[in-house]
């Protein structure tokens, strides 16, 4: 007997679920635009915020195969998109600012509530955390990660980033954190002289 591979949908979807494929919200507003008729619910598509919430209700709906290789193509697509977007957006000026991107993931994975007073001891303006609670609503990482990138963009003093950081870890109280960075920043710094 031969093991045949699952179809290409099949470890797409899978890939989605494993949280290996992400893509930004824009491409997502595309993906629910492009696949509203099978969906077919205007509330069910105002609780679609992300990627597996979009493929959960596809898959309730009962998508069909023509369908389903429309989405992989879609997705596969918007990725595309994405990551070409991201390098373009997310990591040069984060990398400009010697803070690593995985850091900032760490970070906003980890905050929690706290992340509304990490943006206050951080100096990022309030209307722009408004704009990014508007934005992500259900969402505190993608809150915080807005809130590090904004932070990051700030037009000031580019080499103490990293101890600002540090220091409103502290001033927020999740010591743990900046426990972590604190290593991150020296495991960076001790590589960077080698």
């Not at 797409?12 to 077919?40: C, G, P």
């Not at 195969?65 to 984060?94: H, I, N, Y």
């Not at 904004?150 to 101890?163: M, R």
Request: glycine share 4%; net charge positive.
């Amino acid at each position: 007997m031969k093991s045949s591979s699952p179809p290409p949908h099949v470890s797409v979807i899978q890939r989605v679920r494993d949280r290996d494929i992400t893509i930004n919200e824009d491409n997502l507003e595309r993906l629910k635009a492009k696949f509203s008729h099978i969906v077919n619910s205007s509330r069910a598509m105002y609780y679609i915020r992300t990627l597996i919430d979009l493929v959960n209700v596809l898959e309730l709906r009962g998508i069909d195969g023509r369908d389903r290789d429309q989405f992989t193509a879609a997705l596969v697509e918007c990725t595309k998109l994405t990551e070409s977007k991201r390098s373009a957006t997310c990591e040069k000026p984060v990398k400009e600012q010697g803070i690593p991107r995985h850091v900032l993931d760490m970070i906003s994975e980890n905050i929690g509530r706290k992340w509304w007073d990490l943006a206050h001891y951080l100096n990022v303006p309030d209307h722009e955390i408004e704009e990014i609670e508007g934005k992500y609503p259900f969402s505190m990482k993608r809150q915080a990660y807005q809130v590090l990138l904004t932070f990051c963009n700030l037009p000031d003093d580019n080499e103490g980033k990293a101890s600002k950081l540090i220091d409103a870890l502290a001033r927020a109280r999740r010591y743990d954190l900046k426990a972590q960075v604190e290593a991150e920043m020296s495991n960076k710094n001790s590589q960077s002289k080698k």
